[in-house]
T-cell receptor, first 112, second 112 residues
């Protein structure tokens, strides 16, 4: 699985868009980009994933660059409840190991 | 549909004691995982089970054993607990064709 690099922490004002970057320069052609988040003391929660096209769901949007070496998770209208650690993960779909390795992630603070 | 459940929620052990952390999922998922999370850090994979009857080591398997009792249940055993195993333990499951992992609420373990 490709390695990812994320900023340690970010701030965002409530009601504004939160843009969380992730670098994955060693991503291979069959690897997907996944985003999870972990609100304090809870288990991680799936947010969104994509291969090469931009994706949107009820929680967030995922923008993947054309060369697929980086991506951005966008929370369009951040609320205080979005304060959490956000993990960017790159892995192949249904690869033999079925493993998902979580790094340190980005700690997002949404401020009133 | 309870999702992924874990027992116990909290546990205090003395060094050298043994215990088993229980995990069960009711989503008929094939693969199950055990992670540990130390303060301020991401999740590290201990063991995983790609399907019933199989288990494999993750990043940090030393000091742990696992049993995939059936499709629903995946237990983690500490034979001789050490203070370095103080952590929060998360269990997760994923369907073979599914895109997301579902996490349990965690077990907080303190080894004195």
């Amino acid at each position: 699985d490709a390695k990812t690099t994320q900023p340690t922490s970010m701030d965002c004002a409530e009601g504004r868009a939160a843009n969380l970057p992730c670098n994955h320069s060693t991503i291979s052609g069959n690897e997907y980009v996944y985003w999870y988040r972990q609100i304090h003391s809870q288990g991680p929660q799936y947010i969104i994933h994509g291969l090469k096209n931009n994706e949107t769901n009820e929680m967030a949007s995922l923008i993947i660059t054309e060369d697929r070496k980086s991506s951005t998770l966008i929370l369009p209208h951040a609320t205080l409840r979005d304060t959490a650690v956000y993990y960017c993960i790159v892995r192949g779909r249904n690869t033999g190991g079925f493993k998902t390795i979580f790094g340190a992630g980005t700690r997002l603070f949404v401020k009133a | 549909n309870a999702g992924v459940t874990q027992t116990p929620k909290f546990q205090v052990l003395k060094t050298g004691q043994s215990m088993t952390l229980q995990c069960a999922q009711d989503m008929n998922h094939n693969s199950m995982y055990w992670y540990r999370q130390d303060p301020g850090m991401g999740l590290r994979l201990i063991y995983y089970s790609a399907s019933e009857g199989t288990t494999d080591k993750g990043e940090v398997p030393n000091g742990y054993n696992v049993s995939r009792l059936n499709k629903r249940e995946f237990s983690l055993r500490l034979e001789s607990a050490a203070p370095s195993q103080t952590s929060v333990y998360f269990c997760a499951s994923r369907d073979r064709d599914g895109e997301t992992q579902y996490f349990g609420p965690g077990t907080r373990l303190l080894v004195l």
